[in-house]
């Protein structure tokens, strides 16, 4: 498993070169920044996307499944996508998800809770119908400050392919 | 395949009483509501937690895989939640998700779209190590104006048992 490098400081760099299908393999890691979930943008997502009692109100959730105010998972799936758009996970084209095998939310997310992202890249393989995109399966695992994942997902993503990869292509000879 | 009935007038009743696992069978299908999905929240949204040029720019987004702006995934999925919380299928408890089996988008969400969720229940069956509660895999499919496909997803969901369920209890009696 190879660690590629964490978000932050690469940032401005890796915004001019984004990546080809070539460029990821199997067992690379993306790690993202962090972002703090405040209280007051769980309540706001939730009255717009998922109005229930225990995303809204301390008094409700603390009776509720959840045991205390907890963040709409969609809230959760939407700043996970904030932090893998700002790593160094960068596709040409951007990330363009083709569906998940696997969605979950294994732990809640409580207010003041610090998240990241961590993604592996589980699969690379060129698509057989269309020769200049391929299809690539990460596993996106989103943790918080104590390590805990609060939400894990196995996606596909479209990525193309590098122009100039194809074999006896002038490009490729050059490179 | 029973059509219980759609968003809308029945809310107000539907409110006051959630539905236990006894309540939900195979087949049944709950109707959301509409909501039309404008530019400027696409825009919004994007540049809060997903932002992508696709969705937040209509030059940019032309050039792109998607050929024109479309809302974020996870805007389609929150706006989903949003429906599927003031539809008519309303869980004891809450529309709580213990993960998917299967989550994506067949079409892109383009600004002016009317979207509206048709959630058909799958599969009922009671928790054998939690005896007061079981699982619901519901697919829901949410569609545009057209009635084209812009999200599917089949989710489990948590749901509790009727307390009076419990065969000789005296409420089951009395029911």
Same mark, same amino acid.
Request: positive net charge; proline residues 6%; aromatic residues 6%.
């Given at each position: 498993?190879?660690?590629?490098?964490?978000?932050?400081?690469?940032?401005?760099?890796? /915004?001019?070169?984004?990546?080809?299908?070539?460029d990821?393999?199997?067992?690379?890691?993306?790690?993202?920044?962090?972002?703090?979930?405040?209280?007051?943008?769980?309540?706001?997502?939730?009255?717009?996307?998922?109005?229930?009692?225990?995303?809204?109100?301390?008094?409700?959730?603390?009776?509720?499944?959840?045991?205390?105010?907890?963040?709409?998972?969609?809230?959760?799936?939407?700043?996970?996508?904030?932090?893998?758009?700002?790593?160094?996970?960068?596709?040409?084209?951007?990330?363009?998800?083709?569906?998940?095998?696997?969605?979950?939310?294994?732990?809640?997310?409580r207010?003041?809770?610090?998240?990241?992202?961590?993604?592996?890249?589980?699969?690379?393989?060129?698509s057989?119908?269309?020769?200049?995109?391929?299809?690539?399966?990460?596993?996106?695992?989103?943790? /918080?400050?104590?390590?805990?994942?609060?939400?894990?997902?196995?996606? /596909?993503?479209?990525v193309?392919?590098?122009?100039?990869?194809?074999?006896?292509?002038?490009?490729?000879?050059?490179?």
């Amino acid at each position: 498993m190879a660690v590629v490098h964490g978000g932050g400081a690469a940032k401005e760099i890796s /915004n001019m070169s984004g990546k080809y299908l070539e460029d990821l393999g199997v067992g690379q890691v993306y790690r993202s920044g962090r972002i703090t979930v405040e209280k007051e943008r769980i309540k706001a997502f939730a009255a717009e996307f998922d109005p229930q009692p225990f995303h809204l109100d301390e008094d409700s959730a603390r009776r509720s499944i959840f045991g205390g105010l907890a963040a709409s998972g969609w809230h959760t799936a939407a700043l996970t996508m904030r932090l893998l758009v700002e790593s160094d996970f960068k596709p040409v084209g951007g990330i363009v998800g083709a569906g998940f095998d696997e969605f979950r939310w294994p732990a809640p997310v409580r207010p003041g809770d610090e998240l990241h992202v961590e993604s592996e890249v589980l699969e690379v393989r060129p698509s057989r119908s269309r020769p200049h995109q391929g299809l690539v399966k990460v596993r996106t695992t989103t943790k /918080n400050q104590k390590g805990e994942a609060v939400q894990i997902s196995v996606g /596909n993503l479209v990525v193309p392919r590098r122009p100039t990869s194809v074999p006896g292509g002038s490009h490729a000879a050059a490179a």
